[in-house]
């Protein structure tokens, strides 16, 4: 959105089903339909990871600000990207492979910027139809990138 603060404007002043304004959690969970004891242990967790330290996600603490009012706002969202599908070319392994399709010793590539299934369209009227390959490429890379690690770089 080129102006998010008109645009929100517009959602509240006519009317709509996306976008939820409340001045508690409470509030906020019944209005968007959120179950309001999970939404308000999990803003509570969140705020307490801010005062010290994130046990869950390690994120870094710079990053974090505590979430408190005087007012809340809930959006829905619909996840989407565009991005590159097949960019990367690699083999059974997950190994990346150069322009003459020799193994680049150590590197692996997966999703969908190794995705040569879906090289040079993506069709978007399915959307998620690469998950399924992101996950199991993605953890067939992290597989053989621990083999690679221990063959190359562990003492016997």
Known sequence: MDDFKQEMNEFIKNGNDILFIADSIEELAEKA???????????????EACK?????????????????????YALKFAP???????????????QAM??????????????????????PDYAFI???????????SGRMAGENSVKYIKEHFTEE
């Open 33 to 47: 339909g959120i179950d309001k004891e999970g939404l308000v242990k999990t803003i509570s967790d969140y705020n």
């Open 52 to 72: 010290s330290r994130d046990n869950i996600f390690n994120k870094n603490p710079k990053y974090l600000k505590p979430l408190i009012g005087p007012k809340y």
């Open 80 to 94: 989407s990207a565009y991005g590159s599908a097949g960019g990367i070319k690699i083999n059974y392994k997950t």
């Open 98 to 119: 150069d322009a003459e399709s020799n193994v680049v010793p150590g590197l692996f590539a997966a999703g969908t910027d190794a995705n040569s299934l879906y090289n």
């Open 126 to 136: 399915l959307p998620g139809n690469s998950l399924g390959f992101a996950l199991n």
